[in-house]
């Protein structure tokens, strides 16, 4: 049985040279990945994967009985199930936001209120806010457009905007529940929910900050213009920019497509883990009623196919736009998307298979016989799991089985929230070829493989790391035991 560890670094291997130095696509790069290193797994590694998962004995004969092949078929199915229809709808929302002139009015309108100078700062506010009920994926789906409509307007910053985006949706989706990560964190080491929201939220300004200043600093190291993506060309966004003012959409439907699935999906979030509501009694039956209802609405593939409908509406109504050129619109949105799904599923493909190397128990293993002090400790063991798998979400679920026995104030001496924030913080280095979010910033913002490493996933390595001091210096300052 090879060591998992080994394996995970075969992986990488072929994934960043495959990519960076034969200029395979990433698509080619990512299953090829997946192919060698699902190959060299053994029987063995299956089994102790599955045994970690508490899997039944007939489903681990099962997956060991399946070939290479399969199993890297069911792990891209299994990505492609949760963002296909996302990314889908998120396409001709993006396309039909610029081309209906939506997104060019919100940043009008924004410019008018808040100055060229304070746009940065409201993609990384607006980033962080949206990001704490919803999924990052989603909210950075609904921002990108504002930010290539803003990149074209000012003729500069446009990596800036992205990395802003980039810095409060990933901190927040890692730090405030009810996302499910830190939701499952807090959980399982007992931390109520009012005190993580207020400690994800503080630790968060800190990470978001620190962020925001290496952004500042990448942008002017290294400028990123706006370029053609895999949903619109630069020239296609230019002639959208210098639109008259009367061909615009008002302001309220321009930002409907945007506020209506953020709405609905933090509706159904917030009422999943905040109310309990009984079953008995006339009005009981009319407010669960309304909880089925917004459970249905609030699913992000039933909120994003409404936003989707709403701007594909504003597009040919209020722009009087013919059908025929409408239903060619649609066809070039969904091919740009198919691009984008292939090439995301591929990575959660290959994070997937790295999976099966047992790379989870493998790291358990090695924190159990280092001995570090418990934060630190929390923090490299999320972020090994974050860097072989892909997953900030399952970094955190596994590092917490791994770490859950420090659960404990008197054992600590300290809050368990702080373990609970610094695990939090251990999910966000390394975003590589192996994360799905990785393919989708570089891939919807048009920038190169190597940009986005320099550029977000270094950003993500230095929130992190000021995330971790911080936390130490509050457990140290204030333990709240």
């Known amino acids: 049985m090879i060591d998992p560890l080994w394996l995970m670094l075969i992986g990488m291997v072929v994934v960043l040279g495959g990519i960076l130095v034969l200029r395979l696509h990433a698509f080619l790069a990512l299953i090829l990945g997946a192919i060698i290193v699902g190959s060299l797994t053994s029987g063995a590694a299956l089994r102790q994967y599955a045994l970690d998962k508490n899997m039944t004995t007939a489903a681990t004969e099962t997956l060991v009985r399946q070939s290479t092949g399969e199993r890297i078929a069911i792990a891209f199915g299994q990505t492609c199930t949760k963002i296909g229809i996302l990314i889908a709808m998120a396409s001709i929302i993006g396309k039909c936001l610029l081309e209906s002139g939506a997104a060019e009015r919100i940043i009008r309108s924004a410019l008018k209120r808040f100055g060229e100078s304070r746009a940065p700062l409201a993609f990384l506010s607006s980033g962080f806010l949206l990001a704490i009920p919803v999924y990052f994926d989603t909210v950075f789906y609904l921002m990108i ?51 993580m929201i207020l400690g994800g939220i503080i630790i968060g300004l800190f990470t978001a900050s620190s962020g925001y200043a290496y952004a500042l600093w990448a942008n002017r190291r290294w400028p990123i213009v706006l370029r053609d993506s895999a949903d619109i060309s630069a020239a296609e966004l230019e002639a959208l920019s210098n639109k008259d003012e009367r061909e615009l959409p008002p302001l309220w439907l321009s930002v409907l ?71 060619a619109f649609v066809q070039s949105a969904l091919s740009s998307a198919g691009v984008i799904i292939l090439i995301t599923s591929a990575g959660g493909a290959f994070g997937g298979i790295l999976q099966q190397t047992a790379i989870g128990p493998r790291i358990q293993e090695l924190a159990s016989t280092h001995q570090l002090a418990v934060l630190p400790l929390a923090f490299v063991v999320t972020a090994v799991v974050r860097t072989a798998q892909g997953s900030a979400t399952v970094a955190m679920i596994t590092a917490i089985g791994i770490m859950g026995g420090f659960a404990n104030a008197g054992q600590l001496g300290f809050h368990p929230v702080y373990l609970a924030l610094v695990i939090g913080c251990g999910s966000k280095p390394i975003a590589w070829m192996n994360d799905s979010g990785f393919w989708l910033i570089c891939k919807m913002t048009g920038m190169t493989e190597a940009e986005t490493l320099k550029l977000s996933s270094a950003m993500m390595v230095v929130m992190a790391l000021v995330g971790l ?13």
């Open 257 to 327: 497509p945007i506020l209506l699935p953020i709405v609905l999906i933090a509706g159904q979030t917030i009422a999943g883990s905040f109310f309990k509501v009984p079953s008995t009694g006339d009005s009981s039956e009319v407010i669960d009623r309304l909880l089925d209802l917004l459970d249905y609405l609030g699913n992000p593939n039933i909120a994003l196919a409404l936003a989707a409908a709403i701007a594909l509406a504003t597009l040919t109504f209020r722009q009087n736009t013919d059908r025929k050129k409408i239903a």
């Open 145 to 195: 457009p504002l930010a290539k409509a803003m990149g074209m307007r000012t003729r500069r910053n446009y990596g800036l905007y992205v990395m802003a985006i980039v810095a409060g949706g990933t901190m927040a989706h890692s730090l405030v529940p009810p996302t499910p990560g830190p939701l499952f964190v807090a959980g399982e080491l007992s931390v109520s929910l009012g005190l």
């Open 469 to 481: 001091v911080v936390i130490m210096i509050f457990a140290r300052l204030l333990p709240l035991v």
